[in-house]
């Protein structure tokens, strides 16, 4: 089955820009969409296909895919960014299932 | 406003049964597809499966850690979704999301609060 990867931290002080990778193998034609949780609450979509934020996610955050790399990018930090962050995509071979990173924790 | 509220969580004895619910609102239920998700304590997301639209036939899939076990289900007149888990194991214990596809195979785009089971004797 298809596994994603992620770095288990991420430390950024505040004001700086905090990266987040997300490894697939090859994503091929899959798109990878973003979640940020904060404790105690449920997930909340900040990028869909690769890049796309819903309305709501401020313009700080960014996603990014570059060869079997995808990334998300918080510029300008804020106390509130602190969270986790999981990276996800849908697989279809051999079996139809959603597929979520490991996620990453952002400590600010 | 997307408003997803589930219902029905708590302790159930391994080897027995639960039903989650899930109540809808605020969209057109009947064109999504609706997911379960459930986050074991301290651990990541994990996908427990979907139903598709009525268009779709009511159909389907499941992660295969539920697959036997677990079946969901959905009511459109109600904008209902369920989640039926039988012969439940202690691993099984975990926050179970409700949530909706924006589009089939797509981001997951509004998520419930969570309701939680614990599988313990």
């Known amino acids: 089955s298809y596994v994603l990867t992620q770095p288990p931290s991420v430390s950024v002080a505040p004001g700086q820009t905090a990266t987040i990778t997300c490894g697939g193998g090859n994503f091929g034609m899959k798109n990878v969409h973003w979640y940020q949780q904060k404790p105690g609450r449920a997930p909340v979509l900040v990028v869909r296909?690769?890049?796309d934020r819903p309305s709501g996610t401020p313009d700080r955050f960014s996603g990014s895919r570059s060869g079997n790399t995808a990334t998300l990018t918080i510029t300008r930090v804020v106390a509130g960014d602190e969270a986790d962050y999981y990276c996800q995509v849908w697989d279809e071979n051999p079996d139809h299932v959603y597929v979520f990173g490991p996620g990453t924790r952002v400590s600010v | 406003e997307v408003q997803l509220v589930e219902s029905g969580g708590g302790l159930v004895q391994p080897g027995g049964s639960l039903r989650l619910s899930c109540a809808a609102s605020?969209?057109?239920?009947?064109?999504?597809?609706m997911d379960w998700v459930r986050q074991a304590p301290g651990k990541g997301l994990e996908w427990v499966g979907r139903?598709?639209?009525?268009?779709?036939?009511?159909?389907?899939e499941y992660a295969a850690a539920v697959k036997g076990r677990f079946t969901i289900s959905r009511d459109d007149s109600k904008n209902s979704l369920n989640l039926l888990m039988n012969n439940v194991k202690v691993e099984d214990t975990a926050v179970y999301f409700c949530?909706?596809?924006?589009?089939?195979?797509?981001?997951?785009?509004?998520w419930g609060q969570g309701t939680l089971v614990t599988v313990s004797s």
């Open positions: 296909d690769d890049r």
């Open positions: 949530v909706r596809e924006y589009l089939p195979g797509e981001a997951l785009d509004y």
């Open positions: 139903v598709r639209n009525r268009a779709n036939s009511y159909t389907t």
């Open positions: 605020g969209f057109t239920f009947t064109h999504h597809y």
